[in-house]
């Protein structure tokens, strides 16, 4: 991302390693931007509305979610479905970055307003090169509000 201050990536993942090999992987790929790391689908809604525990402070950075869907407390789907009906986060971009590849849901995604939708591989090395590959496309990719 051409001003790497002025995007925060909120990353929306409850699986600790995938969220640490995400977050290792972009950095190799040159990603210097503020990560901010969600485990679970409320805690993620409040921050990004500004609700519960961050009631009254909500981010006013230029934001791009990384967004898993099997999440506890609320899938992905409905985080999706609540940012996108929100005028402040509406504009915001979601790269969805799941291990579910069936065609429905990732249809459903989109019709919800999801940009991206990328199936994160088991294997390792395949998962570790796809981050470094969603890296190189997140450090040309312009954001809504960034400076």
Avoid: Q, W
Avoid at 54 to 70: E, K, V, W
Avoid at 119 to 145: H, N
């Amino acid at each position: 991302m051409p001003n790497h201050d002025a995007v925060t990536i909120v990353m929306i993942e409850d699986d600790e390693g995938h969220a640490t090999l995400i977050e290792k992987n972009l950095r190799r790929a040159g990603i210097m931007n503020e990560i901010v790391h969600l485990d679970n689908g409320r805690k993620a809604v409040d921050y990004l509305l500004g609700e519960g525990e961050f009631s009254g402070n909500r981010p006013h950075t230029p934001m791009l979610i990384l967004l898993d869907l099997n999440l506890p407390e609320m899938d992905g789907f409905e985080i999706l479905e609540k940012i996108k009906k929100d005028d402040v986060t509406r504009l915001v971009p979601v790269i969805i970055l799941t291990t579910t590849d069936n065609p429905r849901e990732v249809e459903r995604c989109y019709a919800l307003g999801c940009n991206v939708y990328v199936t994160k591989p088991v294997e390792y090395d395949s998962f570790v090169d796809s981050i470094r590959k969603l890296g190189l496309l997140l450090a040309v990719v312009k954001i809504p509000g960034e400076r």
